[in-house]
């Protein structure tokens, strides 16, 4: 059962939610929100976004790890510093900034509210596989990583 949950790539989950974002913005205007500020404030949570997984994917390159989600018992090294003293998931910190800056731009109070169901999605599809293997492959070196850092923030 685990397997099946880490078959949807993530960037194809945030793609997804944020093609919903876009139908809530369209179709379900709960409250439009315009000020001259709010390009610079989706542009500036899409650059922390992109920033938070270009950096942890290249953390990963230099590690030489694998970076498949889908494959995480491929992992042959347990990333902790960069981001990772901070976050356990900072690639998909970055995808949760990447959405929250797509809401702004739509400008849509609705667009927001989907943000909390990527996060519940995040974790039941993605996040606690991986951390079922990565506890399997990394034993205590990981819970003891896990008991100090958190899941997002």
């Keep these: 059962m685990n397997r099946l949950k880490t078959k949807i790539p993530p960037p194809v989950i945030t793609l997804s939610f944020g093609l919903m974002m876009w139908a809530m913005s369209l179709y379900f205007p709960l409250y439009l929100i315009e000020h001259s500020s709010l390009l610079w404030i989706a542009l500036g949570c899409i650059g922390l976004g992109l920033c938070l997984d270009v950096l942890s994917f290249i953390n990963f390159l230099k590690h030489k790890t694998t970076i498949n989600p889908i ?45 909390p169901f990527f996060i519940l999605t995040m974790n039941y599809l993605q996040i606690k596989p991986e951390e079922k293997v990565l506890e399997k492959n990394f034993g205590e070196s990981y819970l003891d990583y896990k008991m100090n850092v958190r899941r997002w923030i």
């Design 71 to 115: 494959k995480p018992e491929k992992a042959s090294k347990l990333v902790i510093n960069g981001f990772y003293k901070f976050t356990r998931n900072p690639m998909y910190l970055g995808m949760v900034f990447i959405l929250t800056g797509s809401a702004f731009l739509f400008g849509n109070v609705g667009s927001f509210l989907v943000l």
